[in-house]
């Protein structure tokens, strides 16, 4: 396989420290029979690339999976499920209208600190549409109106979250933590063994709702390494 290295730039995670990617090269017809291996590699698709962080002086990035066929909720997760249960879960290939208009407003409440904002369509596109691989969306409704989805690819090893967006006004049940738990119910219905959420960051504090979700393993050296709750005792 092919792959370049960006140059660098400031983290978006922790500001004292400059991040570069690994990213694919290799031709966009082939990059959907690549991306199975790649994500077992610690990759990740934002939009039609697969990159990893490749950074000179930090190794903070590390990718985390949750073993899904042994997963068992917390008592905080179960009170949020217990919370949400008014809340209507479906899933589709393809997203509907009203997507977009709660993204936006997602971004634009939630993250107009961030390198998203501000949102525009364009931007939504790209990010998380792919030629050659297509999303689902688990969705969230009450009485028909939406309130949160969850973008994932499904793969062969499991399902890779790639971003979720919700009403911002509901914060107080703890959306991104339910959705979450909504694809490792995904990943249990279609026999999936893994949920791959992305890059957790020890250091950096909004990114350590990942670590939660026991057991999970987390990928160090080019190895997986379990995690359970036993493992901090």
């Given at each position: 396989?092919?792959?370049?290295?960006?140059?660098?730039?400031?983290?978006?995670?922790?500001?004292?420290?400059?991040?570069?990617?690994?990213?694919?090269?290799?031709?966009?017809?082939?990059?959907?029979?690549?991306?199975?291996?790649?994500?077992?590699?610690?990759?990740r698709r934002s939009g039609e690339q697969l990159y990893r962080p490749h950074c000179k002086a930090c190794n903070a990035c590390e990718s985390l999976r949750i073993i899904t066929h042994t997963f068992l909720p917390s008592r905080s997760q179960r009170r949020i499920l217990n919370k949400n249960a008014d809340?209507?879960?479906?899933?589709?290939?393809?997203?509907?209208?009203?997507?977009?208009?709660?993204?936006?407003?997602y971004i634009n409440a939630s993250h107009s600190d961030g390198s998203m904002y501000p949102p525009s369509y364009e931007q939504y596109r790209n990010f998380i549409h792919c030629y050659w691989q297509s999303p689902i969306f688990i969705e969230g409704r009450i009485?028909?109106?939406?309130?949160?989805?969850?973008?994932?690819?499904?793969?062969?090893?499991?399902?890779?979250?790639?971003?979720?967006?919700y009403e911002p006004s509901l914060n107080k049940r703890s959306l991104g933590t339910f959705f979450i738990?909504?694809?490792?119910?995904?990943?249990?219905?279609?026999?999936?063994?893994?949920?791959y959420l992305g890059y957790q960051i020890d250091q950096c504090n909004k990114m350590n709702y990942k670590n939660k979700f026991y057991p999970h393993q987390r990928l160090r050296n080019n190895k997986w390494v379990l995690f359970s709750k036993a493992t901090l005792k």
């Open positions: 396989m092919k792959f370049g290295v960006t140059q660098d730039f400031q983290c978006s995670y922790l500001s004292e420290q400059e991040e570069r990617l690994l990213v694919c090269m290799e031709p966009s017809e082939t990059l959907q029979a690549s991306y199975p291996k790649l994500i077992q590699a610690g990759f809340i209507e879960i479906s899933v589709h290939e393809g997203e509907r209208d009203d997507y977009y208009p709660l993204y936006e407003r009485d028909g109106e939406l309130i949160g989805v969850a973008v994932t690819d499904k793969l062969s090893s499991g399902l890779s979250a790639l971003y979720t967006f738990l909504q694809q490792i119910q995904a990943c249990i219905n279609l026999g999936l063994p893994y949920l």
